[in-house]
């Protein structure tokens, strides 16, 4: 069964104390991994897309690597408003229904000043 | 410069009391999704259009409906909402299905009295 497991549930970080966020996956028919960030109440808002294995992409003090099982988003010098919920999808080819996304449960990340 | 755009923010029904929550967009996307998330959840795809091409979820209760009448809007409509339908309703966009980003709303809170 395609899976999407997110890694840890909750982090708490003191400000400028760098950390990763882990993303593993077990699908088949990869089309892209996806990092989204959510803040309470809103709408997921986009970050990043990788499509192969040992792509990284880099946002301020965000980074997303992935790997053929997982992927990590790192947080280097955290500040305070680096605190969300970031949100892992998965795309996969479904032979039935087309191209579908699976969704983590997300990391809850909490930066203190 | 809202893009993908749902009304109302909150909304309150009662049990059994028929509800529709609304979306609109400005990016001319050919996709348009709806995922119900529940609190510390990941957000699970009830439905996605492309074009008017409707594609529902094998485990979507048949509780909920939807609707698109143009390119602009789609309708999400709960037909007798229960306890459990009490969630956050987010819309999001694409302009392909394939290999292509989410833009969401900011999502209508459904509280069920």
């Known amino acids: 069964e395609d899976q999407v497991t997110q890694s840890p549930e909750a982090l708490r970080l003191q400000e400028g104390e760098s950390s990763s966020l882990n993303c593993s996956y077990t699908v088949s028919g990869l089309r892209g991994l996806f990092w989204y960030r959510q803040d309470p109440g809103k709408g997921p808002e986009f970050l990043f897309t990788l499509y192969s294995a040992g792509e990284e992409k880099e946002k301020e003090r965000l980074k997303a690597t992935l790997t053929k099982k997982e992927s990590f988003l790192h947080i280097t010098a955290p500040k305070p408003e680096d605190s969300a919920t970031y949100l892992c999808?998965?795309?996969?080819?479904?032979?039935?229904?087309?191209?579908?996304?699976?969704f983590g449960t997300g990391t809850s990340l909490t930066v203190i000043p | 410069d809202a893009m993908v755009i749902q009304n109302p923010r909150y909304q309150v029904t009662q049990f059994g009391k028929p509800v529709t929550l609304s979306c609109s967009q400005t990016l001319n996307h050919n996709v348009m999704y709806w995922y119900q998330q529940k609190s510390s959840q990941a957000p699970k795809l009830l439905f996605h259009y492309y074009d008017k091409d409707f594609n529902n979820e094998a485990d979507t209760p048949d509780n909920f409906q939807s609707r698109r009448p143009n390119t602009s809007f789609c309708f999400l409509d709960i037909r007798s909402p229960g306890l459990g339908d009490a969630a956050m309703y987010l819309c999001?966009?694409?302009?392909?299905?394939?290999?292509?980003?989410?833009?969401f709303g900011s999502g209508t809170q459904l509280s069920v009295l």
């Open positions: 999001a966009t694409s302009r392909e299905s394939r290999d292509e980003k989410l833009f």
């Open positions: 999808a998965v795309q996969a080819e479904n032979v039935y229904t087309g191209n579908q996304f699976y």
